[in-house]
Each structure stands twice: as C-alpha cells, then as structure tokens.
C-alpha cells in the first residue's frame, strides 16, 4: 500500500529568523490537525449542546478503539441523527454540577468526546468568534447498560458496507484524518483505562467532554434509602476531591528516539529486536524517566540497549504516538571519538546493533522502507538493508542525517 504523504508544517512558506537558522520545521504523521481544539470551551455546556446536534458536526465511531471507515485508507464520520439512539438526545444538556450531582455508577453511558472545530470549514457551526464543523469522537464498543444499542448502531453502519478497520497500527490514513482519529484514539484509550479513582479505587465520572475524570463525592448507587429512591449518598473520602490533582487528566508519555551518527559523521547506528522482519532496522528508543531531561535520556538510552557514549545531543522533531499515548522527542545525537563500540550485554532488548555507512541509509530510504507488517517497497533487493516507512519519526530522522543536519546545513 502507497505510504501517504506526511502533513505540512504551520506556516511551512514563512520566512524568519529562527527557519533561517535552524531549518524549516518538520511535522510528523499523527500531528498536522486541522481542527482548533479550542479547549477553554471544553466545560462550556451550552456551546457543546448546541456543537453536538449541529447539521455541520461529524462523529467519529470507534469500536475497541478500531475507526469506522469506508477502507484502511478512507474514514467514515456518522452525524447527529445516527448517533441519537445511543447516545440520548443530548448528553450535555445538563451543567456539570448537575450531572455529577446526579452520577449513579450502576449506569453505564458510552465516551463522547469533543475533539474541535474544523476550521476550514468557515460556513458551519459558529459559536461568538469561534466558526467550524464540530468533531467528535464516540466509543461505540458494546458494553454494560448500552451494548444492545450499540450493537444495533454498529450493525446499521456495518450493512452500508462500512468497515471498523482492525489491527495494531493505522498508518495509511491520509495525514489530516490519522492526526484526528490519533486524537480520538488517544483520548478513548485513556478514558477506558481509568474507570476507577488511582487514590481511592471508586468509579470515575468523565467530564468536560472526555477531557478529565473526577471521583465525585455522591452516588446514587450507595444510597441507603428504600429500593427506587433517586437520592444520592456520600461515598468515602478521596484525596483527589481537594485541591488539584494530575490523576484526573489524560496523561502522554514522553519517549525519546535517536539517529546516533558516529564521530566522524559518516555512519548512522540502528539496531533491530528479534521479533521485526528479517534485515528490518530502526533507530534507537526509550521512554524517559522520572527527574530526567530529554539529552539524558537519548545518552541513558544508547548506552543501555548498544553500549555506545554519546556526545551532543539535539532534539530535532516530534511525533504524537497514539499507541497509547506517546510523544516521540525525536533527537540527533553523537558519539564521542572513543564511545563507539557496541556492547548489547548490558540491555536485552535489541537482538543486533550496527554501524551503517550513509551511502546505505540513503540507498534503503530510497527502496526499502515498510511499516513491520508489510512487504519491501519494489526495488528492494533481498538481503539489503531495510527501514521504517516515511510515516514514522525514525524515517524523518535518518533522512535528516543523510540530507545535511549533519554539517549543520539548515534541511529541517
């Protein structure tokens, strides 16, 4: 399958100081919305009732975090008038001192999300200054008190031959629709990973439109009162109801990856897991620590999974992970003159690490770049060196390498 193009930077043709200097900036599959966000109104009610029935807005359905689509390379968005019958008339009709006042956790209701207004569409919805086609998204995945209206939507949709597209990776959506459906995904992933208080263990609510998860103080459910009775009880304390507290937001963990260029600039390192297809390298990654920068980690990093001691480190560009929710810090760094052997003894993670001379990092970008599931592009050569396809950040990375970072030529 054809790799899609990747997203163009904002403000991509602007000249200044800093793109002078440093290179234009580099945007990477998965950013590049085109949706405003515009999260300051995320708690407002009223605008996201009136953005909800909209005839402008679009929902994008999820089924265990699988899009609906017309085909892997196409989404489907449903509208208000299909989506009604599961998700009520209007969910936000209701302030959110009313709905948690309300909350009863023997009810199960599905996630909504708002994701943000389509700008390029200036002829839809318009709330004050703001104009747009509202998005959001849904998880339709059956389940608790709504799985028999889920499971009715999804065989509708299913019967006009539209498809939830399965597997691990979706990388062939063209760039503005996988930087919405990476949102979506993202924000539903971490919805459905925490439906109970981290301090507490008691059932978490979702508000401002799937943005944050509270432990409210009442639930109907523990209600001591007769059988019937709507009148809510005091659940037990929880630290997270006083002052303010991190638990409650979606959370992005940072993640470093690396093109490691030898001291002498003329070889690039990678390595391989022994689970990726024959011959098929990348750059190397890790997650960062608690307490640590970014430069630390791309040197703890190297130096655990290949055993090489880096100088220099750059960070170059960055790409949002939605698997589940990464932010690849992408770097180019360097080793010192005498930190360049391998040793893979201290971290088992890698099956192999290598030096690759430039010639051949630019020849496998050429010819033989594929996602890990797929087959070489044609051109390819068995035996030859492969590697990520454009879609991913380490591609971006090795490119810059062989395109001129190296001698601090301005190619970003």
């Given at each position: ?57 679009a929902f994008l359905l999820l089924k ?136 507490c263990g008691q059932p978490t609510l ?207």
């Amino acid at each position: 399958m054809p790799q899609p193009d990747l997203p163009k930077a904002a403000h991509a043709d602007l000249d200044s100081m800093l793109s002078r200097k440093f290179g234009k900036e580099v945007a990477n599959y998965f950013s590049g919305s085109r949706l405003n966000r515009v999260s300051f109104l995320r708690a407002n009610h009223s605008f996201l009732s009136a953005a909800l029935t909209h005839p402008s807005t679009a929902f994008l359905l999820l089924k265990d975090l699988a899009p609906l689509a017309k085909d892997p390379t196409r989404l489907e968005y449903a509208g208000y008038k299909d989506v009604w019958p599961l998700i009520g008339e209007n969910p936000f009709l209701k302030t959110e001192e009313e709905i948690i006042s309300d909350y009863n956790s023997t009810i199960t209701t599905p996630q909504l999300l708002f994701l943000g207004l389509d700008e390029t569409n200036m002829l839809g919805f318009e709330w004050t200054v703001y104009k747009g086609s509202p998005f959001f998204a849904l998880d339709v995945t059956p389940k608790g008190s709504f799985e028999a209206r889920a499971n009715s939507l999804i065989r509708d949709f299913e019967a006009r031959g539209l498809i939830f597209i399965e597997g691990r990776l979706h990388m062939s959506l063209p760039a503005p629709e996988a930087a919405i459906y990476a949102q979506a995904r993202a924000l539903l992933d971490w919805n459905a990973r925490n439906p109970y208080c981290a301090s507490c263990g008691q059932p978490t609510l979702s508000v401002q439109a799937g943005m944050k998860r509270i432990c409210p103080p009442k639930d109907i459910a523990f209600s001591s009162n007769s059988i019937g009775s709507t009148a809510p009880a005091d659940r037990p304390a929880c630290i997270t109801r006083k002052g303010i507290s991190n638990l409650s937001f979606p959370r992005t963990d940072p993640t470093v990856i690396m093109a490691v260029l030898s001291s002498d600039s003329r070889r690039v390192l990678v390595g391989r897991q022994r689970r990726w297809p024959k011959n098929w390298y990348s750059t190397l990654a890790g997650f960062v620590e608690p307490a640590e920068s970014v430069e630390e980690a791309v040197r703890r990093e190297a130096w655990e999974e290949t055993g090489v001691i880096l100088g220099r480190v750059v960070i170059y560009s960055t790409q949002p992970w939605p698997y589940p929710a990464n932010l690849m810090i992408g770097a180019i760094a360097q080793t010192i003159p005498d930190g360049e052997n391998i040793a893979l003894s201290h971290d088992p993670e890698l099956e192999d690490a290598k030096w690759v001379e430039l010639e051949e990092i630019q020849e496998a970008l050429r010819v033989s770049t594929s996602g890990l599931e797929e087959e070489p592009t044609e051109g390819y050569k068995e035996g030859d060196l492969r590697l990520p396809p454009s879609t991913a950040i380490a591609n971006q990375l090795l490119a810059a390498v062989v395109g001129g970072f190296r001698w601090g030529l301005p190619t970003m």
